[in-house]
C-alpha cells in the first residue's frame, strides 16, 4: 500500500525534520505570507472562494502531495505535508482545509485504493491542480456513517447514484469526489462501496453554499446524486470495501487537520505575543503581567505539546510494516490538537481584551475558524472512542 | 523526526522494567508508610548502572544518553516514585553539574564513586527564605586561606538524611547578591555539618528530605565546584537538566496510575458490565492516554535536545511543566475509575496520586516554569 520504498530508518529517538522538510516548510511559509496573508481579512469578509491561490496551490505542486511522481504528484511523506498544511493554516485556515481535503480524503483513497486505470484518469488531473472533495457526511448519517442512505446501484457498465451528502467542502469546485454510498443495505459497513464521482457526471449537482461560523472562504455545500451514473470502472477498491476504505482515509485525513490546528495555534501565540508586548497598562506592557505571562506560557507549551503529537503521527503513519499504533496516535494528535487550538484561540482573544472581539483584529476571525476543529473529521467524542478502542482491546 | 527506541534503549528499558517490577514495586508501600530511606535499593541500581546513567564509563557511570536516562526514571518511577526522585537527584543534581563544572581531581574523588553508586549525592540550594527565589539565599561561605568556611541552613532536601555527599550553594560575597553565589562539594560527615531527620510528607515519603545545617564547615578551596561566584549559573543550569528528570519521573508515575486503572476498569463490574464498557470512562481513560504519550514525547524531545548540544532550557521547562500536570489529572482521574476503593491503601492509586504533588513544585513549581518559558515566549522568540 505504501507509495514509494521507504528507505529504512535506524531506531533512534531524533527531533528533528529532515532538510528537504525544511525547504518545503520555508517555501510554504513565504508563499502563504506574501500570497495568501495580504488578501485572507477580505475573502473571509465576503466569504469569497480563494479560487486564484487555489491554482497557485496546483502550480506549486501542493495539491498532489501525497500522489505517487508516476502520477504526476511530489509524492512525499506526512510529515511534509503535515507541514505544509500548518504553514498554510498559520495564514489561512480556510486555504489550509480546501488544500488538505483535496489531498487528504479525495487524493489519497484514490491513490491508496484506486485500480491503476482509474488513477491514471484521476490523479494526474489532481495532482496538476484541479480540486478534490469527499462525499461521506449526510444529513442522518455524521459520526455514525452506518446510518447512510445514499444509495448505488450497478446498471450494466455503469454505476447509478441516488442520494444527498452534506458539508462537503470544495463542494461546487471540485474536479472529483470521493462519494461513499451503499451498494448492498443487507450486509451493514460491509455494504458500502467508494467511488469516484466526477464534476461533470449527469445527475450530480451542488446544492447552496453553508452559511458558516469560520472557514468563511472555503466552501461547504450539500451535493445531491439523482440517477448520477458513472462508469463502473470509478469504483474504488472492491465493492464492499467503501467503510474500510473511510475509515483508514479519516485516519490519515484526521493528521492533516492536526496540523491545521498547530498553523492555528502557532498563529494565536504570535498574535497574543505580539499585541501583549505592545499593548500598556497599568505601566507596563501587558506581557509583563504574570496573569498575562503565564497564559502565553500556557499557549506556548500546549502548542509544543500537540506539535509532538502530530508530528509523531505522521511519522508513523505509512511506516512499512504498518505500525499497529497509527491510528491511535492520528487521532490522539487530532483530538489534543483541535483542543488546545481552541484553548489558545480564547486565550488570545482574551489577551486581546475588547480588541479581541472586533472583526478587524485577526484573533477573532481564529477564534471562529478554529471551532469547526474539534467537529470535522470526526469529532473529539469520536477520538475518544477510536482511542478507547484501541486501549481496550 | 523519528521516534522509536534503540535496541540498546529497548534492552535497558526490559531491564530496569524487571528490576522495578521485582525489586522496587513490592516495597514501595512499605517504605511509603515507614519512611525509611531505601539504601540498598540504592546500592542494587548502582550495580545495574542507574545512579549515574548518563556518566561516561571513564567516570563510573553507564556511559548512556540522557533518553536512556529518562527511561530509567520513568520504570523505576512507574513501580516507586521515591526510588525514581533518590535516582533523579543522584544523576541530574549531583553527577551531571560534576562532570559539566568538575575537574578531574573533584571527577575522581567524588563523581566516580557517585555515578557508580558507591556514595549517594544531594543537592543543596532551597533555604527556608529562599525558594523559588534561589538567588536570596543566605548561607555564606567565607574564604580563610586555603577554605572557605560555611554558615547557614538548607531545607527539603531530598536524599539528605542518609547522603554522602552535598553539593552546596552558597554566596561568598553578599554584597554581589546571586553573583556572590558559588557551589561546593561537601561530605557529609565534615565537622560542624549536621542534618535532621526524615520528615514525613505528602507523598514521596521515603526520599530522605529534610534540612542540612552548616556551622563552620570548612570546606577545601579544591571542592569549589566551578569559580567563585558562578554558582548561581552552576544551579540553574542544573536545574534546566533536572527538570528532564522530574519530567520523567511524572511521566512513570502517570503511566502507572494510568494502566492501573486501565486493568481495574475492565475487571471492576457495575450494572451487569465491566466500568470500561461505560463512555464516561472510556473518555477518562482516552484523554488520559492522549496526555501521557504528550507528556513523553515533550520530555524525550528534552533529553534529545540536551544531548544533541541543542538549547533546551525551554524545552525543559515545558516538559516539566506539562507532565507534573499530566501526572496530577491523570492520578485524579485513576483514583476516580477505582471509586471507593483508590482512596484505600489496598490499591495503588492513592499513592500514585500524593506522589504526584510534588512533581509539580520541586525543582521549580510550575509557576517558576511558567515564568522560564514566558521568559523565552515574549523576550527570546
Same mark, same amino acid.
Given at each position: ?393 | ?46 550495580? *545495574? #548502572?542507574?545512579? +549515574?546513567?548518563?556518566? /561516561?564509563? $571513564?567516570?563510573?557511570? &553507564? @556511559? ?55 556514595? *549517594? #549525592?544531594?543537592? +543543596?540550594?532551597?533555604? /527556608?527564605? $529562599?525558594?523559588?527565589? &534561589? @538567588? ?59 542534618? +535532621? ?8 515519603? &521515603? ?175
Amino acid at each position: 500500500m505504501a507509495v514509494a520504498e521507504v528507505p529504512t530508518v535506524d531506531p533512534a529517538v531524533d527531533f528533528a525534520l529532515a532538510e528537504d522538510q525544511e525547504l518545503i516548510r520555508e517555501q510554504v511559509r513565504r508563499y502563504a505570507e506574501e500570497r495568501i496573508a495580504p488578501g485572507e481579512a477580505e475573502r473571509d469578509r465576503e466569504h469569497r472562494f480563494p479560487a486564484d491561490i487555489v491554482v497557485e496551490l496546483g502550480e506549486l505542486g501542493l495539491l498532489g502531495m501525497l500522489v505517487e511522481e508516476e502520477h504526476g504528484g511530489a509524492g512525499l511523506d506526512p510529515l511534509t505535508y503535515c507541514l505544509a498544511v500548518e504553514e498554510l493554516a498559520r495564514i489561512s485556515p480556510s486555504v489550509a482545509v480546501t488544500m488538505s481535503v483535496s489531498n487528504s480524503v479525495c487524493c489519497w483513497p484514490l491513490s491508496r485504493f484506486a485500480s491503476a486505470e482509474l488513477k491514471a484518469r484521476t490523479l494526474p488531473e489532481l495532482a496538476a491542480g484541479a480540486l478534490g472533495g469527499f462525499g461521506l457526511t449526510e444529513p442522518g448519517a455524521g459520526s455514525d456513517p452506518s446510518g447512510m442512505r445514499t444509495r448505488a446501484r450497478r446498471d450494466g457498465d455503469s454505476w447509478v447514484l441516488d442520494g444527498e451528502k452534506a458539508w462537503i467542502t470544495n463542494a461546487g469546485f471540485a474536479r472529483w469526489y470521493v462519494v461513499v454510498a451503499v451498494t448492498d443495505p443487507d450486509a451493514g459497513k460491509h455494504g458500502l462501496s467508494a467511488f469516484a464521482v466526477p464534476a461533470d457526471a449527469p445527475g450530480f449537482a451542488v446544492g447552496k453554499p453553508e452559511e458558516k461560523l469560520g472557514l468563511c472562504s472555503s466552501r461547504t455545500a450539500p451535493l445531491q446524486l439523482t440517477g448520477c451514473r458513472i462508469p463502473a470502472a470509478n469504483l474504488i477498491g472492491e465493492e464492499g470495501q467503501g467503510f474500510k476504505i473511510a475509515l483508514a482515509t479519516l485516519d490519515h485525513s484526521r493528521l492533516g487537520i492536526a496540523a491545521q490546528c498547530l498553523g492555528i495555534h502557532r498563529r494565536a501565540l504570535e498574535l497574543a505575543v505580539a499585541y501583549a508586548r505592545e499593548r500598556k497598562q497599568f505601566g507596563k506592557p501587558i506581557a509583563e503581567h504574570q496573569g498575562v505571562a503565564f497564559k502565553l506560557a500556557q499557549v506556548a507549551t500546549e502548542l509544543a505539546a500537540a506539535r509532538v503529537l502530530t508530528w509523531h503521527a505522521a511519522s508513523v503513519a505509512e511506516a512499512t510494516p504498518p505500525d499497529p499504533r497509527a491510528g491511535r496516535l492520528a487521532s490522539q494528535a487530532k483530538l489534543y490538537a483541535s483542543e488546545a487550538a481552541n484553548r489558545a484561540v480564547a486565550e488570545g482573544v482574551q489577551i486581546h481584551g475588547g480588541n479581541g472581539f472586533h472583526a478587524d483584529y485577526e484573533i477573532s476571525r481564529l477564534y471562529r475558524d478554529a471551532r469547526v476543529t474539534t467537529i470535522y473529521e470526526g469529532t473529539s467524542e469520536v477520538q475518544r472512542m477510536v482511542i478507547a478502542r484501541h486501549l481496550l482491546r | 523526526m523519528h521516534i522509536e527506541l534503540s535496541d540498546e534503549h529497548k534492552l535497558l528499558q526490559e531491564t530496569v522494567r524487571q528490576f522495578a517490577t521485582e525489586v522496587v514495586a513490592p516495597r514501595a508501600k512499605e517504605i511509603d508508610e515507614t519512611g525509611e530511606f531505601p539504601r540498598d535499593f540504592y546500592d542494587q541500581a548502582g550495580e *545495574l #548502572g542507574l545512579t +549515574g546513567v548518563a556518566v /561516561p564509563d $571513564a567516570w563510573g557511570g &553507564a @556511559g548512556m544518553d540522557t533518553v536512556a536516562y529518562c527511561l530509567v526514571i520513568e520504570e523505576i518511577s512507574r513501580a516507586c516514585a521515591t526510588s525514581g526522585v533518590i535516582l533523579s537527584v543522584n544523576n541530574s543534581l549531583v553527577c551531571d553539574p560534576i562532570l559539566k563544572w568538575g575537574n578531574d581531581d573533584q571527577k575522581e574523588r567524588y563523581l566516580k564513586p557517585l555515578a557508580s553508586g558507591e556514595l *549517594l #549525592g544531594c543537592f +543543596g540550594l532551597t533555604e /527556608p527564605g $529562599a525558594g523559588s527565589d &534561589a @538567588g536570596s539565599l543566605r548561607t555564606t561561605a567565607r574564604r580563610d586561606g586555603d577554605h572557605y568556611v560555611l554558615n547557614g541552613e538548607k531545607v527539603f532536601i531530598t536524599n539528605g538524611t542518609d547522603a554522602d555527599v552535598a553539593l552546596v550553594f552558597a554566596n561568598a560575597d553578599l554584597a554581589k547578591k546571586h553573583r556572590g553565589i558559588t557551589a561546593f562539594l561537601i561530605p557529609t560527615g565534615a565537622d560542624g555539618f549536621t542534618r +535532621g531527620e526524615h520528615e514525613f510528607k505528602l507523598g514521596v515519603n &521515603a526520599s530522605g528530605t529534610t534540612w542540612l545545617n552548616f556551622e563552620d564547615v570548612r570546606v577545601p578551596v579544591a571542592d569549589r565546584l566551578g569559580e567563585e561566584g558562578e554558582g548561581f549559573k552552576i544551579a540553574m543550569a542544573t536545574l534546566d537538566g533536572g527538570r528532564i528528570g522530574i519530567a520523567a519521573q511524572a511521566v512513570g508515575i502517570a503511566r502507572g496510575a494510568m494502566e492501573e486503572a486501565l486493568a481495574y476498569s475492565q475487571e471492576r463490574e457495575q450494572f451487569n458490565q465491566p466500568l470500561s464498557n461505560f463512555q464516561a470512562i472510556q473518555f477518562y481513560l482516552a484523554d488520559m492516554s492522549t496526555e501521557l504519550d504528550a507528556a513523553r514525547l515533550l520530555t524525550w524531545k528534552a533529553a534529545w535536545a540536551k544531548e544533541n548540544q541543542k538549547r533546551y532550557s525551554l524545552e525543559a521547562a515545558q516538559a516539566k511543566l506539562f507532565a507534573s500536570e499530566v501526572a496530577q489529572r491523570v492520578t485524579n482521574k485513576a483514583l476516580q475509575i477505582h471509586g471507593g476503593y483508590g482512596y484505600t491503601k489496598e490499591y495503588n492509586v492513592e499513592r500514585y496520586f500524593r506522589d504526584a504533588r510534588i512533581t509539580e513544585i520541586y525543582e521549580g513549581t510550575s509557576e517558576i516554569q511558567k515564568m522560564v518559558i514566558a521568559d523565552w515566549v515574549v523576550n527570546k522568540a
